[in-house]
């Protein structure tokens, strides 16, 4: 589903948080910094660890999914809140799930 100008709702809530001091290149700085963490720990992690992780992963997507479904459109901090996560780890799993081209659009 469309939102205003064509956008996904998604992306235009993305774009509204723009005008309330909302930084995509610090989302995306912060973003990049977990990741080469991530990467770091990597090294370390035993197969187990890594499948354990991946199962976190996967079950928090579903988390999102199910939430979105529940409530229809949802904010990044209500997500995070309903989780008990950070608003920039939603904004991972939305843009992840995204990424991944499953869909999180409200039907």
Do not use: H
């Not at 589903?1 to 995306?28: D, H, L, Q, W």
């Not at 990467?39 to 035993?46: P, S």
């Not at 997507?61 to 209500?78: D, F, H």
Request: net charge negative; hydrophobic share 45%; aromatic share 6%.
């Amino acid at each position: 589903m469309k939102g205003m100008s064509g956008m996904p709702p998604m992306m235009g809530m993305m774009v509204e948080k723009m005008g309330e001091g909302f930084n995509p290149m610090e989302m995306c700085k912060n973003m990049m910094e977990a990741v080469k963490t991530t990467a770091q720990m990597a090294g370390y992690a035993t197969p187990e660890v890594m499948a354990l992780f991946e199962d976190w992963v996967n079950q928090v997507e579903g988390e999102v999914l199910e939430l979105m479904r529940q409530k229809g459109q949802v904010s990044p901090a209500e997500i995070a809140q309903e989780l008990k996560v950070s608003e920039d780890t939603a904004l991972y799993f939305i843009s992840k799930l995204i990424r991944d081209k499953m869909e999180v659009l409200w039907r």
